[in-house]
């Protein structure tokens, strides 16, 4: 994140904040609201950290992929919050990453081979596959200490297996890094772009409009007709029409 936004005038600082107060992704904590207000939350507790008036955070989730709802997601927002001007704007990215989570018995030899091939890629959080707290070991990161936790799981579980997941937590997770990168790069593109009325930093955050007319029947799609734009200080707006109709193909009315 650092060398991105120093493009955009800002250097980035670690600020000795307990992310873990704000949830989770192994559920101990849960997440004490939507994401969007987390995200924003972390950042001023940074800012309390640390004493400075600019904070930065990042907050990650699963969720159905947007256009595409079969689809397990990873959703990342990064957030500047800047209170002498009373600036917050949000940057968003997401990728496909599906969720898997294996069930296995400590002898089952085969498949704790086939997990700790992958560990070196991705760390893991081995968990009692049922029952109650306790037995969870995160992140694992070395074959050799695998079979272990998996051991220390099952023996406290109801059903004798342990539940092996990927540890989600960013510095174990290589590809939540490559989106919160994606979202980072969004943020700091909105930083150096200011407001044609009250030229403060962050124009461009944006909402869509559906309807776009079916090229073949005339009816609205549901295709983008206009993004709006808008600045997250004053909140001046700018309404852009999309160019052109939507392709029939992807009319509900022509081929339902």
Do not use: Y
């Not at 400075?52 to 990064?78: C, K, Q, Y």
């Not at 050799?144 to 220390?152: C, I, N, S, T």
């Amino acid at each position: 994140m650092g060398p991105v936004l120093a493009a955009a005038g800002l250097a980035v600082e670690v600020a000795p904040v307990d992310t873990d107060a704000f949830g989770t992704f192994s559920g101990e904590v849960p997440r004490p609201g939507p994401p969007e207000q987390v995200v924003v939350a972390k950042a001023r507790a940074a800012m309390a950290a640390s004493g400075r008036h600019i904070g930065l955070a990042s907050e990650g989730t699963f969720a159905p992929m947007p256009g595409a709802p079969w689809v397990t997601a990873d959703i990342e927002l990064v957030t500047v919050v800047d209170d002498r001007v009373g600036l917050v704007v949000t940057e968003r990215a997401h990728a496909p990453m599906p969720l898997v989570a294996v069930h296995v018995h400590p002898e089952d030899r085969a498949t704790l081979a086939r997990v700790a091939g992958d560990i070196g890629r991705q760390a893991v959080i081995v968990r009692p596959t049922s029952g109650g707290p306790g037995g969870i070991t995160k992140g694992v990161a070395d074959p050799d200490a695998l079979a272990g936790a998996v051991a220390r799981a099952a023996s406290v579980s109801d059903d004798g297996l342990a539940t092996i997941e990927a540890d989600l937590r960013a510095h174990l997770c290589p590809p939540r890094r490559v989106v919160i990168a994606d979202a980072t790069r969004r943020l700091a593109a909105r930083l150096r772009r200011p407001c044609p009325s009250c030229a403060a930093p962050g124009f461009g955050d944006e909402t869509t409009e559906l309807g776009l007319p079916c090229g073949g029947c005339g009816l609205p799609s549901g295709d983008v007709r206009a993004i709006t734009v808008s600045c997250p200080t004053c909140g001046h707006q700018e309404i852009r029409p999309v160019a052109g109709v939507a392709d029939p193909a992807r009319c509900r009315w022509c081929n339902p």
